[in-house]
């Protein structure tokens, strides 16, 4: 039997989505190390995050040996610097969303921290904000695979895997 989302539930379910990614930020934001620039720059926590993600969104591009997964993790963090503060912002809300276990639990759907994360469970919380009805958490998955993606393809010494020569040499 399927059920329906009445629009009071819809909106009550945004506005809990909204209170909850600005009350992690705001956390993440108040613990973490501050840079004078204020910039966002990766800690520990961050980097876990994305040291659990980024071998289920590189699938097989990546050898999965932690050096070169941390490799990229540092990609996906020079990637972050190059971009606007308000931007670093946002991103730094992601995070402090992700990092927090209730709201990881709640809003991603992976019950256990980061570094002992399933890859299943990581899998089906990327497609869950993939195809979720709600355009703040699909926002929130394309910035993270937009990201790694980016950071790891941006990188010439990843080209050899997918065959890609580099750019044509009367262009460069």
Aim: positive net charge; charged residues 15%.
């Amino acid at each position: 039997m399927a059920t329906t989302l009445s629009r009071r539930s819809f909106l009550k379910a945004g506005l809990i989505g909204t209170i909850a990614l600005v009350a992690a930020g705001g956390i993440y934001r108040a613990t973490q190390r501050t840079v004078p620039s204020g910039r966002f720059v990766l800690d520990d926590a961050a980097r876990a995050v994305l040291g659990a993600i980024v071998p289920v969104v590189l699938k097989d591009a990546i050898d999965p040996a932690p050096s070169m997964v941390q490799a990229a993790v540092t990609r996906v963090g020079v990637a972050i610097s190059g971009l606007t503060l308000a931007t670093q912002k946002e991103i730094q809300d992601l995070f402090g969303l992700l990092t927090l276990g209730p709201t990881r639990r709640f809003l991603a759907g992976v019950p256990d921290d980061w570094p002992m994360a399933k890859p299943e469970d990581i899998a089906a919380f990327l497609q869950s904000w993939r195809m979720s009805r709600f355009a703040l958490l699909q926002s929130a998955y394309h910035a993270l695979h937009d990201l790694i993606m980016g950071a790891w393809y941006g990188d010439e010494s990843t080209w050899a895997a997918i065959g890609y020569p580099g750019p044509i040499k009367e262009l460069s």
